[in-house]
């Protein structure tokens, strides 16, 4: 058996590519050869050639076909145009940006995408909504009609070494910088759906396992466990050995943490995942909390540079005297804030079925 993989050497790439050879496949991979990642076993095939020009794709692969084609990197439609009829089995990956809300929380109404969204909640089928998420479904409509029975999986944020955008560094290097507080925005209870680089590289293997359940699906992927950003935070900083205070603010004064939220609203992006859970029994190989202890150790051992293009792509300037200004002026601003008198002295309650701390008191001293 024999196995293309375009791309192959980004942070799921050598994971992909291990579990191929792993199975027996005899791998080629077609990349540009400016990357060359350890973790790609020595008698994997290397192509190199650029894999968003057609014309050199095509001949790079002229007369050869594929028991299994996987297409990562690329111009995916064109790649699974010139593979047709030359792959036993096309497995192809696009992005969450093809639903509608994604990338435009205003495109929706209410103000955000559905949660948890299914793979068949609503694309973006107007430009005007989300450009690049109208070019993503578009994509994933041709890809259908060259390869009708492909395989596509829908990835979100991936996160773990050699990350190109590491969400992580935000927080990983303002610990190493020793920083006495995170500001987070609304609590940091925003959750988006993220997926380690094992994790996703493990659902797309269980399709390469089990072609005929696969055929013809498309299957949203992601860590099984979705974190908020407040417990992304905390886990990152228990990892390293950091106490810090998070500092909660309103979005609208919260800026420093537009970076860890990616997007102008605090809306939750979440997808459902239970396509792939039920139909090719997907479970997290690599538990989300692990996952991220591992990324943030890595980033110790691997800091991208200040200033560098990591930092550049995340948007964060890492502006501490900027942050303190804010704390301090939140702070006074909060200190001033004259609270009500509440009418005949009752302050508005948490609700009667609560018991949590501060909330209804038990009516019996002791439990029988």
């Not at 690329?74 to 940006?97: D, K, T």
């Not at 980033?299 to 704390?327: C, H, S, T, W």
């Amino acid at each position: 058996m024999n196995a293309l993989v375009i791309g192959g050497t980004g942070p799921t790439g050598p994971h992909v590519v291990q579990g191929l050879v792993d199975r027996g496949f005899r791998t080629t991979i077609l990349h540009s050869g400016r990357h060359e990642p350890a973790g790609i076993p020595e008698d994997v095939e290397h192509l190199h050639t650029d894999a968003f020009d057609p014309d050199e794709v095509r001949e790079a692969l002229a007369g050869r076909s594929f028991d299994v084609g996987i297409v990562t990197y690329g111009r995916l439609r064109r790649n699974a145009e010139i593979l047709a009829g030359r792959v036993g089995h096309f497995l192809s990956v696009g992005g969450f940006p093809v639903y509608r809300g994604y990338m435009n929380a205003a495109a929706c109404e209410p103000l955000g995408m559905p949660v948890p969204t299914p793979e068949d909640g609503v694309r973006v089928v107007d430009p005007s909504q989300d450009e690049k998420g109208f070019r993503v479904a578009r994509t994933e409509e041709r890809v259908f009609e060259a390869q009708p029975e492909a395989t596509h999986f829908r990835y979100p944020w991936v996160y773990g070494p050699r990350q190109p955008a590491p969400r992580e560094w935000s927080i990983v290097r303002r610990i190493l910088d020793r920083r006495p507080h995170l500001i987070l925005a609304d609590g940091g209870l925003s959750l988006s759906h993220f997926g380690y680089v094992e994790n996703l590289a493990h659902a797309l293997l269980l399709a390469v396992d089990q072609p005929e359940k696969a055929r013809g699906r498309v299957y949203n992927c992601g860590d099984q466990e979705v974190l908020s950003l407040r417990q992304v935070a905390d886990t990152i900083a228990r990892e390293l050995g950091h106490e810090w205070e998070i500092v909660s603010m309103p979005w609208e004064l919260a800026i420093p943490a537009r970076p860890l939220v990616a997007q102008p609203w605090t809306t939750h992006r979440m997808v459902s995942l239970a396509r792939i859970e039920s139909e090719l029994g997907y479970r997290d190989v690599v538990p989300p909390r692990e996952a991220l202890a591992r990324t943030a150790r890595w980033l110790v051992e691997n800091p991208p540079e200040p200033g560098g293009i990591e930092e550049k792509v995340l948007q964060d300037p890492f502006d501490y005297e900027a942050e303190d200004r804010l704390i301090a002026s939140y702070r006074e601003a909060l200190a001033s804030v004259a609270l009500p008198e509440w009418r005949d002295g009752e302050e508005p309650g948490f609700g009667m079925a609560y018991s949590g701390p501060g909330g209804r008191p038990r009516t019996r001293a002791s439990f029988e």
